[in-house]
């Protein structure tokens, strides 16, 4: 099944884009506290290690992609970068982001706004650095967004992308997968506003181009030097590439 069909509403008429929108205005108010449950915390390592990894370029702008409520752009922070800028196409889940940004007093720092992945509102060359967590596998179209944070970004300066991935190897790939297909999605419906929301998620990632496929995609569109640095048994990777 081709990544970009996959939609969280399967009998809606709107866009994937629309619909992924929705999903998370839908569950914005719990997803902070639901994210880090069903990870057990995890999310918050694998974040932190993809700054470490970008650390090295120490970059004075740096953009995140598929912001949400701001995690990423939050731990960007320790880069000690002039500007973070967060873009995002659920407005719920920006004000949610807005408030922690205001609560840490760190509104001068950190921008989050409105922005379409596939249609990024900045000049090119703007950016030292680029993230993404969790939000590639929501693109309407991956190549298009991929091709849009190519040209935002500066020459030689790093992406981290952080996906999930599909464990290979026993007996981690049968506990992820009961974990993931069954328990997951029935915790995330009891607890979120939106049922479909969490059922969606390992429907995504098991059409997701993962791994050397991503990794090719990326060549493709012109990404240099690119690297996939496996996380916790194989359940996420960060992909680290340059322009």
């Known amino acids: ?48 290690k993809a700054i470490k990894l970008i650390r090295p370029y120490a970059p004075k702008s740096v953009l995140d992609i598929a912001t949400g409520t701001g995690d990423f752009a939050l ?23 807005k408030q922690k940004v205001i609560k840490k007093g ?17 000049e090119s060359n703007s950016f030292d ?3 993404v967590s969790f939000g590639v596998r929501n693109f309407e179209n991956l190549e298009k967004g991929l091709t849009e944070m190519y ?8 992406v981290a992308i952080i996906e999930f991935s599909k464990p290979q190897h026993f007996p981690i790939k ?13 915790l995330g419906k009891m607890i979120s506003k ?6 969606y998620l390992p429907e995504s990632v098991d059409a997701f181009p993962y791994g050397k496929n991503f990794i090719q995609i990326m060549e493709k569109i012109g990404y240099k030097n690119c690297k996939i640095v496996p ?8 992909y680290l590439a340059e322009k």
């Open 151 to 158: 040209r935002v970004l500066s020459l030689g300066k790093p």
């Open 75 to 97: 731990e960007a922070v320790s880069l000690k970068p002039e500007s973070i800028t967060g873009v995002d196409i659920s407005r719920e889940m920006l004000e949610v982001g």
């Open 106 to 122: 760190l509104q001068k720092l950190i921008k989050l706004d409105y922005g379409d992945s596939e249609n990024l509102p900045f």
């Open 194 to 199: 939106d049922p479909r929301a969490y059922t």
């Open 231 to 238: 996380l916790t048994f194989g359940i996420a990777s960060i």
């Open 1 to 48: 099944m081709k990544h970009d069909t996959v939609t969280p509403y399967k009998k809606s008429d709107q866009s994937k884009k629309d619909q992924v929108a929705e999903m998370f205005d839908n569950i914005s108010g719990n997803y902070d506290f639901l994210n880090h449950l069903l990870s057990m915390g995890i999310d918050i390592l694998w974040r932190k």
């Open 174 to 186: 049968q506990l992820y997968n009961l974990y993931f297909k069954s328990i997951l999605p029935g």
């Open 129 to 131: 650095a680029i993230t």
